[in-house]
């Protein structure tokens, strides 16, 4: 009997697991949309971190993303919203740090067991996707100048409030 309840419980949480790779997130923000693809960023939760003058966002985010045929995309142009039926991804965190002198999104990277943060310094195509997640988290436009972006290492995301521009 015990071996069967443990079985039972594993089904279920397996089965959790599943329903939440594909439960459609409330709020969805584009990624980006480009040569007959898109993806989504399915924000679950937005929790502030820190505030001093700027502010730290925990981001709890799941992704999809689509391939459309050229007759579609003549047809239809891009959608906005994914599939109802998308699969999403299982959530991850990030941080997105709302500033108007060092706007940035923050993820740990495993490898180095430290936090990155790029820091946009103007829209360019490979960062337009984090780029829509901070004008959807901070509620502002990113408006400054060349089309490019800068990396910086962390050891905690908190760390970003003492970095100053070089």
Known sequence: MKHLTIAISLIAALISLET?????PENIV???CHMSYCWWWGIEKL????????????????????????AEMDSQGY????AKNAQWSETSEAFIFCSKQLPAYIEYDKEQKK???TVFVGLSGATEGIENLYTYVCRSQISLANPKFSDITLEKPTDIFNYTIK
């Not at 929790?47 to 050229?70: G, M, P």
């Not at 959608?79 to 994914?82: G, H, K, M, Q, R």
């Open 115 to 117: 936090f990155i943060a």
């Open 20 to 24: 939440q790779a594909t439960e459609t």
């Open 79 to 82: 959608p906005d919203l994914p």
């Open 30 to 32: 584009t990624g980006r």
């Open 47 to 70: 929790e502030t971190i820190q505030t001093e003058n700027n502010k730290l966002i925990k981001v709890s985010v799941k992704t999809t993303d689509a391939e459309y045929s050229e």
